[in-house]
T-cell receptor
């Protein structure tokens, strides 16, 4: 398996623009997570899905952020409008319930977002 | 107060040294603890996993949980330059729970 795939790997945009981050989870995994990582706040969970349904979006910072999972193999995280304080590395991760005692989360390589 | 506190470092030690990385947590209901390793420009990957109290050993790595003091530790013996990475502790409430709470991560450098 190719692992979790994220695109783009780098995104530079200007304040006010719409940004869409994409994720393809590992085939067969029924959980998908979106995280944000910054130096100041570390790794924070934004939202997670189970079987394409959002379960917990309490980490989504504000209404400018939205996430969708239209099918088991694709998810998007959208920021509209983007602001400089959204600059961070965004990670997607997936896991399989019952996949061993750990239910290990497998992370993608991340998307490095810079908002100017 | 963050649920999981971790000194971000950076921590720099010579090759071969014993490394101790630590976290504290506030929620006693969380019984499952993990250490993730993150190389530069990569996503985190699970390194070790432990439940409740006690030690767990895997090669040069030992994870330790002290429930009485709410303290999580990772020890690296005979440290190697390839161990240079950011180490993140994480915890979750139960075996089936999916939500992880991460510490800020400690950046570790092993100098040859």
């Amino acid at each position: 398996d190719a692992g979790v795939i994220q695109s783009p790997r780098h995104e530079v945009t200007e304040m006010g623009q719409e940004v869409t981050l994409r994720c393809k989870p590992i085939s067969g995994h029924d959980y998908l997570f979106w995280y944000r990582q910054t130096m100041m706040r570390g790794l924070e969970l934004l939202i997670y899905f189970n079987n394409n349904v959002p379960i917990d979006d309490s980490g989504m910072p504000e209404d400018r952020f939205s996430a969708k999972m239209p099918n088991a193999s694709f998810s998007t995280l959208k920021i509209q409008p983007s602001e400089p304080r959204d600059s961070a590395v965004y990670f997607c991760a997936s896991s399989m319930r019952g996949g061993g005692s750990t239910d290990t989360q497998y992370f993608g390589p991340g998307t490095r977002l810079t908002v100017l | 107060q963050k649920e999981v506190e971790q000194d971000p470092g950076p921590l720099s030690v010579p090759e071969g040294a014993i490394v101790s990385l630590n976290c504290t947590y506030s929620n006693s209901a969380f019984q499952y603890f993990m250490w993730y390793r993150q190389y530069s420009r990569k996503g985190p990957e699970l390194l070790m996993y432990t439940y409740s109290s006690g030690n767990k050993e895997d090669g040069r790595f030992t994870a330790q949980v002290d429930k009485s003091s709410k303290y999580i530790s990772l020890f690296i013996r005979d440290s190697q330059p390839s161990d240079s990475a950011t180490y993140l502790c994480a915890q979750k409430s139960a075996q089936g729970a999916q939500k992880l709470v991460f510490g800020q991560g400690t950046r570790l450098t092993i100098n040859p």
